[in-house]
Each structure stands twice: as structure tokens, then as C-alpha cells.
């Protein structure tokens, strides 16, 4: 099985349109094969950007591994704040850049692994990230792009339970302030700052 965050060159593209609704806003995104939650907008990400959407977004905002784009395109049409969006998956930057332009937003779209292709910083830091590069560069991930938070910066995450979510709030607490943000169907929306 191809993993969304490997660049699998012989998958097959098949591009089909979703819908997604989100507080009487109205978006289509392309998605393929090969990109995280290809179908719809799954439940964790949908919950997110409803929390995100709730808080007073501005200045720079990052969507850290953001596939085919609805977390960044979202944000960048409802709360008109400037958005990055990075992913080391080649066929979701390809999908986001069409996306932005099917939604009308101006968004900067970047491949890059990680951080390695970003040089600036985020007032808000906002991903469902790639929970299965497992632990390790999964925490690696995080505190890299807690480095990249401007003063009183915020990373706003989504991670199930059965993922791990209570284990990665107790490992994150000794080195950021950490809250929970919403709970809903397993699924914990966390925030994390810089002490």
C-alpha cells in the first residue's frame, strides 16, 4: 500500500471533485489517488478547521502538510489571513495549486519535506499531521514547526485517541504549554504554544 506522504510515481491518477460544506461555504477540491482522505473531508480535518474557524485567525498562517489543500484554502477564503501550505507529497501540491485556483483563493503553495524549504514564521501553525510516519518523526515534525512560531504563536493539531492524542498531550506539556481545545468522536483538537 502507497502511503499519502511517500511520492509513489507508478499510482494511478484518477482526479475526481468533492464537495465540502463548511459554515454555509461551499468548496470543490480535486483529489486523486495517493493524497490523505481522497473521498471526502474526513471527520478530523472537518472538525479542525471548525475550531480553527472559531478563533481570531490572522497575520501568517501555515497548513503543514496540507494534501489537496481544504484545511489552507478554507481558511484563506473565510478569515482572509496569508496562508502557506507545505507537503512533501508531489500529487497533493499539484492538487492544491489547482484547487486554490477552483476556489478563488491566493495561497503560496510549497513542496517541501518537513520544513526544509520554509525560511519564515507562522502566527498559526495548523495541521491533521501524518500520524503514521510514526512517533518519532512525528514529534521531530512538531517541534521543528514549533521553531517556526512567531512570538505567542499557535500550532493547532488534530490527532485521535486511539492514535495516540493523550500520549502526545503528556510528551508535548514538558516542553509547551499544551490544551484541548475540542473533543468529538475520538477525534482531540490541540493546541500547542511556546513556553
Do not use: Q, W
Not at 493539531?157 to 492514535?163: A, F, L
Amino acid at each position: 500500500m502507497s502511503h499519502y506522504f511517500l511520492n509513489d510515481e507508478n499510482l494511478k491518477s484518477e482526479i475526481r471533485e468533492i464537495t465540502v460544506n463548511i459554515f454555509d461555504n461551499k468548496f470543490i477540491f480535486n483529489t486523486d489517488n495517493g493524497v490523505f482522505s481522497k473521498n471526502k473531508l474526513d471527520y478530523g480535518t472537518n472538525l479542525l478547521i471548525k475550531n480553527v474557524l472559531n478563533l481570531p485567525l490572522y497575520g501568517e498562517v501555515l497548513d503543514l502538510g496540507c494534501g489537496y489543500g481544504p484545511i489552507g484554502i478554507i481558511l484563506k477564503k473565510i478569515k482572509n489571513v496569508n496562508v502557506t501550505m507545505i507537503d512533501v507529497n508531489k500529487r497533493g501540491i499539484h492538487l492544491t495549486k489547482m484547487n486554490a485556483k477552483k476556489n478563488n483563493v491566493d495561497v503560496t503553495v510549497i513542496d517541501s519535506l518537513g520544513f526544509n524549504n520554509v525560511n519564515k514564521s507562522f502566527d498559526f501553525i495548523i495541521s491533521n499531521p501524518p500520524i503514521r510516519i510514526g512517533k518519532d518523526n512525528l514529534y521531530n515534525l512538531i517541534n521543528d514547526g514549533m521553531s517556526h512560531l512567531k512570538n505567542d504563536g499557535s500550532m493547532i493539531i488534530v490527532i485521535r485517541k486511539e492514535h495516540g492524542a493523550l500520549s502526545f498531550i503528556k510528551d508535548m506539556s514538558v516542553y509547551y504549554d499544551v490544551k484541548t481545545l475540542d473533543k468529538d468522536k475520538g477525534f482531540l483538537i490541540i493546541s500547542l504554544k511556546n513556553n
